[in-house]
């Protein structure tokens, strides 16, 4: 599985971004898909997931504002963000499991400015 994300790039508080994945290779049998976020010094964390079904998984600083979306015809998975926060700063990767083993992408800078 390789996955390959675009998107992100600078934003202001308050401002919105969006982050884009697609899934190639051996794509029959990816289940859950989601984008995770790693800040210098932090361990990379969960920011949403989604399940083949559809059911999203949010951290709960960015619910409400993030929304995770999937095509499983790809497959890819979006994340639009809204509402940016200086927090919300990070390097995002995307991120499929597939047969039980985990696949990711090349990270995408997300910075959003106070």
């Known amino acids: 599985v390789q996955l390959q994300a675009s998107g992100g790039g600078l934003a202001r508080a308050g401002g919105s971004l969006s982050l884009s994945c697609a899934a190639s290779g051996s794509i029959f049998g990816i289940n859950d898909m989601g984008w995770y976020r790693q800040t210098p010094g932090k361990q990379r964390e969960l920011v949403a997931s989604i399940t083949f079904a559809g059911i999203q998984t949010y951290v709960e600083s960015v619910r409400g504002r993030f929304t995770i979306s999937r095509d499983n015809a790809g497959p890819t998975v979006d994340l639009q963000m809204k509402s940016l926060e200086p927090e919300d700063t990070g390097v995002y990767y995307c991120?499929?499991?597939?047969?039980?083993?985990?696949?990711w992408g090349q990270g995408t800078q997300v910075t959003v400015s106070s």
């Open positions: 991120n499929a499991q597939w047969l039980g083993d985990d696949f």
